[in-house]
């Protein structure tokens, strides 16, 4: 040690450590470290020290290069245990086993570079695609950090072939922060000016239920990890949330002000939607379209195996208006909607639906809407035009014009949108006016078929048949409905117009499409046997009006007609459950007994 110039002293030692430990904010912690370290006044060297590091055992050594610069060499083995201790919940359940890895650093003007590689070979992941793997499979893993400048780095990230990103971090009292970055799949990833991570992707399918349940299972949330997502940029043909899937999706987002800003185009779903975090949470939509999307499908299977289950979860609150509404192929309108979450279950303030046919309004809840969900409606159906509004609904020609208020209360099995028959309960209310029921095809219209009464005249022994060949025109019809496992029944149907008066008391089964109906059907006939008098003078025609009216329509009640209807939908059978007269004796007086030939 030369006492004169100190910068020339000469040193020379070595430092056994035996089950020592070192811990520090640039390394792992160390346990369990044996070895032993040799140094001079310009070098450091360690051959083959040993430690455990992760949960598993870790060997390395040290040494300096002719330029100076401290070589570090290290490998060894992780496991799953050690990872979740040191990172906490960070570390998935869904991730478990072990594999080993191989690294290398360099120290030289206080700048350091790292490198660390691992095929995973040992790792089982259950994490959702692409993540998933199995501990047989290879997925290579590489991170390199390089220093830039004493308070900055680089760090780049690759994980398999699909997966890459690059950070450049701030470090700040020694704490480094992530300042830009950019995470990329299926696609190079990139470090631009912007602040904030960018999420960018191009995949064939997302599924992110199973993401959020992996957020449930490990309660992580970006501002734990550090890594705080800002922009999203994603483009994927199988969008599968909430047991649906979106089709052919694309998604850019970005957070601001406590929120997230995003606009999705799709087949189904194309507009803007912004996500508030307070409380639950709030969903608000402004959509040019909304097509309700197809459930996944393993979703009809796993419901029809699942028992009932209330999910311990939270619901959003929404607020969504979309332009045009279509379900199950059925072009609705205008959609408005606004729920928020009650007692657990989302709790339908206000329901609307407007096109120019009809205006739906109703509120309700929608019970444990996830899985096996369950819906209660009460609503109120204002139409303007019955036919537009059946054919709107894909039920074809059946009713011309006609204005309609129907109001009520309806329960089922499911979500708004799908109704389960066989569960169906609930009462209705119908006031209709001016319209005509017309002549149909079997199936569902058939039920309208038998109000049409095209084929009644042609019982009678005077042809009223231009009254009746085009259906039945009708002046008001007035009914109240009971419905009870999906069977509809009703004590006081009536329908009158110009022609006929009819009433209906019955029942009908909406699942089994069958019916058990009491039909009185009472044409007008004498008004129009008065009409064909006057062709024989003023005089004829006014005294046999007068007659028809002093002997109180007996014309009419001469014609009244009784049946009983059975049978399914579209083969219902009928006979006559009380002839009128004896001139009936023997007619068959069936409304239905043309309704094969149609």
């Known amino acids: 040690i030369p006492l004169t110039k100190l910068e020339a002293s000469k040193i020379k030692g070595s430092y056994a450590i035996v089950n020592g430990s070192m811990q520090s904010d640039s390394i792992p912690e160390l346990t369990k470290l044996n070895g032993v370290t040799e140094f001079t006044e310009s070098?450091?060297?360690?051959?083959?020290?040993?430690?455990?590091?992760?949960?598993?055992?870790?060997?390395?050594?040290?040494?300096?290069?002719?330029?100076?610069?401290?070589?570090?060499?290290?490998?060894?083995?992780?496991?799953?245990?050690?990872?979740?201790?040191?990172?906490?919940?960070?570390?998935?359940?869904?991730?478990?086993?072990?594999?080993?890895?191989?690294?290398?650093?360099?120290?030289?003007?206080?700048?350091?570079?790292?490198?660390?590689?691992?095929?995973?070979?040992?790792?089982?992941?259950?994490?959702?695609?692409?993540?998933?793997?199995?501990?047989?499979?290879?997925?290579?893993?590489?991170?390199?950090?390089?220093?830039?400048?004493?308070?900055?780095?680089?760090?780049?990230?690759?994980?398999?072939?699909?997966?890459?990103?690059?950070?450049?971090?701030?470090?700040?009292?020694?704490?480094?922060?992530?300042?830009?970055?950019?995470?990329?799949?299926?696609?190079?990833?990139?470090?631009?000016?912007?602040?904030?991570?960018?999420?960018?992707?191009?995949?064939?399918?997302?599924?992110?239920?199973?993401?959020?349940?992996?957020?449930?299972?490990?309660?992580?949330?970006?501002?734990?990890?550090?890594?705080?997502?800002?922009?999203?940029?994603?483009?994927?043909?199988q969008l599968d949330i909430f047991d649906r899937r979106i089709n052919a999706a694309r998604i850019n987002a970005k957070s601001a002000d406590q929120a997230w800003l995003i606009n999705l185009k799709s087949n189904e779903i194309n507009g803007d939607i912004k996500w508030s975090p307070e409380g639950n949470g709030k969903v608000t939509a402004n959509l040019s379209s909304l097509i309700v999307p197809e459930a996944t499908p393993d979703t009809a299977q796993k419901v029809r195996n699942d028992a009932p289950t209330h999910l311990n979860m939270k619901y959003p609150a929404l607020d969504i208006i979309a332009d045009s509404f279509e379900v199950n192929k059925k072009k609705l309108g205008r959609l408005e909607l606004q729920a928020k979450e009650q007692s657990g279950n989302w709790g339908i303030d206000r329901l609307r639906l407007i096109n120019p046919d009809s205006t739906l309004s109703a509120n309700g809840e929608w019970n444990n809407w996830k899985r096996k969900p369950n819906t209660l409606v009460r609503f109120n159906w204002e139409i303007n035009d019955m036919g537009k509004a059946l054919k709107r609904l894909n039920y074809g020609d059946m009713v011309k014009g006609g204005a309609a208020e129907i109001d009520g209360q309806l329960k089922w099995?499911?979500?708004?949108?799908?109704?389960?028959?066989?569960?169906?309960?609930?009462?209705?209310?119908?006031?209709?006016?001016?319209?005509?029921?017309?002549?149909?095809?079997?199936?569902?219209?058939?039920?309208?078929?038998?109000?049409?009464?095209?084929?009644?005249?042609?019982?009678?022994?005077?042809?009223?048949?231009?009254?009746f060949s085009s259906g039945f025109a009708f002046d008001k019809i007035t009914a109240d409905v009971n419905i009870n496992k999906g069977i509809m029944h009703s004590d006081n149907f009536k329908m009158e117009g110009p022609a006929a008066k009819v009433e209906i008391k019955g029942e009908t089964d909406l699942d089994k499409e069958t019916l058990h109906l009491h039909v009185r059907a009472t044409p007008f006939i004498s008004d129009t046997v008065s009409l064909a008098a006057f062709a024989g003078g003023p005089a004829v025609g006014a005294a046999a009006y007068i007659a028809q009216k002093v002997l109180k329509d007996p014309l009419n009640k001469i014609a009244e007609t009784e049946y009983e209807i059975i049978g399914t939908w579209t083969d219902p059978q009928e006979r006559d459950s009380k002839p009128s007269s004896p001139t009936q004796q023997g007619i068959k007086l069936s409304p239905l007994n043309y309704y094969r030939d149609w």
């Open 43 to 237: 070098s450091i060297n360690a051959n083959n020290v040993n430690a455990m590091a992760y949960g598993g055992p870790t060997q390395f050594s040290i040494n300096t290069d002719k330029n100076h610069a401290i070589q570090i060499v290290a490998k060894g083995h992780v496991v799953d245990s050690g990872l979740r201790k040191s990172f906490g919940t960070l570390m998935p359940s869904s991730v478990t086993g072990g594999t080993d890895w191989f690294a290398k650093a360099q120290v030289l003007n206080n700048k350091t570079e790292v490198s660390i590689r691992s095929n995973l070979v040992g790792i089982n992941s259950k994490l959702p695609f692409p993540l998933n793997k199995t501990a047989g499979d290879t997925m290579q893993l590489i991170v390199e950090k390089k220093q830039t400048n004493a308070t900055q780095d680089f760090v780049k990230v690759s994980l398999g072939s699909a997966i890459s990103a690059k950070f450049i971090r701030t470090s700040q009292n020694g704490v480094a922060k992530i300042d830009r970055g950019d995470i990329a799949i299926n696609t190079p990833s990139e470090i631009t000016t912007s602040k904030g991570i960018a999420l960018r992707g191009n995949l064939d399918n997302i599924d992110v239920d199973e993401w959020l349940d992996q957020i449930d299972k490990n309660t992580s949330s970006p501002s734990q990890s550090g890594v705080a997502i800002s922009r999203i940029d994603l483009t994927t043909n």
């Open 413 to 467: 099995a499911g979500s708004p949108h799908e109704f389960d028959i066989p569960n169906l309960a609930g009462n209705l209310h119908l006031d209709a006016k001016k319209g005509q029921i017309l002549k149909v095809e079997p199936g569902v219209a058939r039920l309208f078929g038998i109000l049409s009464l095209q084929n009644l005249p042609r019982r009678l022994t005077l042809d009223f048949k231009d009254l």
